[in-house]
């Protein structure tokens, strides 16, 4: 089977030398990637520029994406590819930037539009505007194919965590979502319909149970 895989994070662009982007080391989606294509399936992984892993990724074809934007326009491109899954482990910045301000001496707001936005002027204020959410257009590009969220949370608990994977997937028509991080605790929880949550205390068992349910589920 094809599978699309994601993985790192995107940034958003402050000015042309400062970013905004999240903490993701492209680990997961890169390991991924290369066990799906070890199990025989052709394999195309989107990483993100600002990926810190340091496997060299055995992915058949390898994309790199920067911006929100940009692994927007790439995974739409691949909607006609003919992909039966999509495993959407990236760390999709949830804002960009919008109108930057520099407070004046009188406590006045001017705005500011430069290339490089100066260090040496007091306080900058930015406006952080929402990112549009790729998961939500999915289903729109692939619509045949099994689909695959991520859900990281770090605040309330395993049950909260739980409840915003089942969340996301209807949302979304997703097939499945993966929720991790301190909220959920040790390992992963593998939501799938009808809200049913399996925890898998190592990646590999959820590679593994990942695997088996393009398997079992396709289209």
């Known amino acids: 089977m094809k599978c699309i895989v994601t993985a790192g994070p995107t940034f958003e662009e402050l000015d042309e030398v400062r970013r905004l982007t999240n903490f993701s080391t492209g680990t997961l989606g890169t390991e991924l990637a290369d066990f799906l294509m070890e199990r025989g399936h052709e394999v195309e992984l989107l990483r993100g520029q600002g990926a810190t892993c340091r496997l060299e990724p055995r992915a058949q074809r390898v994309q790199v994406f920067t911006t929100t934007s940009d692994l927007r326009r790439r995974l739409k491109a691949l909607g006609d590819s003919g992909a039966g899954a999509v495993f959407h482990a990236a760390a999709v910045s949830d ?55 991520w859900k990281y949370e770090l605040e309330s608990g395993r049950v909260q965590a739980v409840a915003c994977a089942r969340r996301q997937m209807e949302e979304n028509r997703t097939d499945a979502c993966v929720v991790n991080g301190r909220a959920y605790g040790e390992g992963f929880g593998l939501v799938t319909p009808p809200g049913l949550c399996r925890h898998m205390a190592e990646r590999k068992l959820l590679f593994d149970a990942l695997e088996k349910l393009i398997s079992t589920t396709q289209r």
């Open 95 to 149: 804002w960009t930037f919008g109108k930057i301000w520099e407070r004046a001496a009188d406590g006045g707001l001017r705005e500011i539009r430069s290339s490089k936005i100066p260090s040496r002027g007091g306080n900058i204020l930015a406006e952080l505007t929402p990112t549009p959410k790729i998961i939500s257009e999915l289903r729109a590009w692939f619509p045949t194919a099994f689909l695959a969220g």
